[in-house]
């Protein structure tokens, strides 16, 4: 008879190890936390797992494809990667805040989204921090896509489309690097105020308004620039006594106004581009010439 509950409790064993864990845990394993929305994933949310992090451990967020409704708040030594952005989506759960904010860290990354920005918010948000954004799509930011404020991201290999408000605004100090974008049917492209960015090597198509520079000692080097409203506009002093330097680009195509605009005492040194329309005065420069091969105007 002393048998019988043996034989029940082995029973009872056999199945509750059948059954797997009652419950799935979000952790690190191997600085490493997955993110999924599959059925019976431990961690479902890209906040929960950024959570995890202690902002000095370096940790990567692997995000599973799907589509992610949710606020992100970044903490340092965090690469947040997504599958891709033609699969990994990112669009905002609350409007009172940026899709993901990146506020006084150090070491972040993201990467392989399309980060949905909605009407009322910047998509991502950076004060104070150097990130890398790289490999992303951008969509449907009414107000920004990037907002920089006193920060200096690596910005590489992103696209932004369809987007109503500004691609990317940089102010108050800012010296984002802007590389390798492409920049198409967008509000309006790039706004450096105060700042001291540099553009080089992206394509801007068909934008709503052009590419401007204000008070800043912005670097355009090799880009394309075409068949926007304006090409560039540069308009007063830069605030860091620096000259902004416009070189080795192409800009054609301007539907609205001219492809080169400088205003209100700006100095700017313009050398060696294609373009075919100037207004304004105070530039420097030389070796422009139109898409005929005859001088450019300066002046």
């Not at 965090?78 to 805040?97: E, H, K, M, N, Y």
């Not at 799509?137 to 696209?159: D, E, K, Q």
């Not at 590389?179 to 492209?189: H, P, V």
């Amino acid at each position: 008879m002393k048998r019988i509950p043996m034989l029940v409790g082995l029973v009872i064993l056999c199945m509750a190890l059948s059954a797997g864990p009652l419950y799935a845990v979000c952790s690190i394993t191997r600085g490493k936390v997955e993110v999924s929305q599959g059925t019976g994933a431990a961690c479902t949310s890209i906040q929960t797992a950024v959570n995890l992090a202690n902002g000095t451990t370096p940790l990567l967020v692997s995000v599973l494809p799907g589509t992610y409704t949710e606020n992100i708040t970044m903490i340092s030594n965090i690469t947040l990667a997504g599958s891709g952005r033609d699969v990994t989506f990112i669009q905002p759960l609350s409007s009172s805040s940026a899709v993901v904010t990146i506020s006084s860290l150090e070491n972040v990354v993201v990467e392989g989204f399309t980060i949905n920005g909605g009407s009322s918010q910047n998509g991502v948000q950076i004060s104070s921090s150097s990130p890398t954004i790289k490999n992303n799509r951008f969509v449907g930011s009414n107000i920004n896509a990037i907002h920089n404020t006193s920060a200096s991201p690596i910005i590489a290999g992103n696209l932004f489309k369809d987007t109503g408000g500004t691609a990317i605004l940089s102010e108050i100090g800012s010296a984002a690097l802007v590389q390798d974008n492409k920049i198409t049917n967008c509000g309006r492209s790039i706004r450096d105020w105060n700042s001291s960015s540099t553009l080089t090597g992206n394509v801007f198509e068909g934008n709503g308004d052009f590419i401007e520079i204000q008070r800043s000692s912005t670097k355009i080097i090799n880009n394309i620039i075409k068949d926007q409203w304006a090409g560039i506009y540069v308009s007063q002093l830069a605030s860091d006594g620096g000259r902004p330097i416009i070189r080795d680009n192409i800009i054609t195509g301007s539907t609205g106004n001219s492809d080169i605009n400088v205003y209100n005492g700006a100095n700017p040194n313009i050398s060696n581009n294609i373009y075919d329309t100037f207004t304004g005065s105070g530039a420097v420069g030389a070796y422009n010439v139109k898409q005929d091969g005859t001088p450019a105007p300066l002046q």
